[in-house]
């Protein structure tokens, strides 16, 4: 089988601790290809788009149990030296499965391997969003909120981290995380029988993967994470500068601030400001594209961040919620109804 050799020095920071990681063969790379491609007739531009990225120098790459790309990614992917790639992948939901059940998870999750290319295990794998398997994350959002209440959820997370961390000791995964977990999920799973603190082997989540972009930056909640050494990955960062942009045109100014910031740090484009504006605050960044030169500019991005959390002088109110730019739609609405069933009163 052909291999495809990197032609460039990839972006890792070995010298970072975590908190459960038993792999020691790799610390998580600071940008990583995101693969929530919802178009199934352009899979032949997605395989494209894994090649040209690992050629650039790539090789972290964000997939899902959900995502319609898995089957094209896995083909991709498969053909790279493992031991040169990080893998994370995420469950549909909390695997609450019984102790008997454990057989069925563990298939469920060995098949998933298999989807993604015959893989023997994910660098990481995380719960993807904080509610039950059923719920669908593709549907209306009212009706996700209905769905997950954080009764369910505390009343699952107990199970269903105990069996996260079995599937770690099983070896199908190297480190175990959560992602759309606010406060409130994760104060409850660090609760749970299977975490304790004390502990080297604390079970603690490796990370949580959220949506921030510049109206969520999410300062206190990422701040809160990682004075717990749980790394924060963002998402969706650059998705809805388009609508951030739309709405300047009607009078909003988020768009102009991030462009004077642009302009005071001398960067090529809005897109590598907020790159490294997440570099600069610790979080690890996923983004995607099919365009080669966009991968090729948000590789730099970070790639000529030298010391990956070099400070980054802003004023702090360019970036926070925008009445004008949700109007638009400019928001993850599922992270919303997530958020906001965190901040529900008991
Ligand atoms: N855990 C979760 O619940 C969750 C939820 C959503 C997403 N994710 C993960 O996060 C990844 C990233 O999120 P996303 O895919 O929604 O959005 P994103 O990466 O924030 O934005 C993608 C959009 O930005 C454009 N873009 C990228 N780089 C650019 C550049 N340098 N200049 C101009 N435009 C640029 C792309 O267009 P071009 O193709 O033209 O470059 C594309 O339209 C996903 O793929 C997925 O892996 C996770």
Not at 38 to 48: F, G, H, L, P, V
């Amino acid at each position: 089988m052909k291999r495809n050799r990197p032609n460039k020095k990839r972006i890792t920071q070995n010298n970072m601790s975590s908190n459960n990681d038993n792999n020691n063969r790799m610390a998580m790379p600071r940008i990583g290809f995101g693969t929530f491609f919802s178009d199934e007739n352009n899979m032949k531009k997605i395989k494209n788009a894994i090649d040209e990225s690992f050629e650039i120098g790539y090789n972290a790459y964000d997939c899902a149990e959900m995502y319609q790309s898995t089957k094209a990614v896995g083909e991709r992917i498969g053909t790279k030296p493992r031991e040169l790639l990080w893998i994370t992948s995420k469950l549909i939901g909390i695997p609450n499965d019984t102790d008997d059940n454990y057989t069925i998870l563990k298939k469920r999750v060995e098949d998933h391997l298999e989807q993604l290319g015959g893989l023997k295990y994910v660098d990481l794998l995380l719960i993807h969003f904080p509610g039950e398997k059923k719920i669908d994350l593709g549907g209306a959002p009212e009706k996700v909120k209905e769905d997950a209440t954080f009764q369910w959820f505390d009343e699952n997370i107990d199970q269903g981290w105990k069996n996260m961390v079995r599937l770690r000791k099983d070896g199908l995964c190297r480190n175990i995380g959560i992602s759309n977990f606010y406060q409130k999920h994760l104060d409850r799973l660090l609760k749970c029988p299977s975490v304790d603190i004390t502990k080297e082997e604390n079970n603690m989540p490796f990370a949580n993967e959220i949506y921030v972009d510049p109206t969520h930056p999410e300062f206190n909640f990422v701040e809160y994470m990682q004075s717990l050494k749980i790394k924060v990955i963002a998402y969706r960062s650059l998705a809805f500068l388009p609508v951030i942009q739309m709405a300047s045109q009607m009078g909003d100014v988020t768009y102009s601030k991030l462009d004077a910031l642009k302009e005071e740090e001398g960067h090529k484009s809005i897109h590598e400001t907020i790159i490294k504006w997440l570099i600069s605050r610790d979080i690890y960044v996923l983004v995607k594209s099919t365009s080669k030169d966009h991968l090729s500019a948000n590789y730099s991005a970070v790639a000529d961040t030298d010391d990956a959390t070099k400070a980054m002088n802003y004023d702090k109110q360019i970036f926070g919620p925008s009445e004008m730019v949700l109007m638009c739609g400019g928001t993850d609405e599922y992270a919303d109804v997530f958020k906001s069933i965190s901040l529900e009163k008991e």
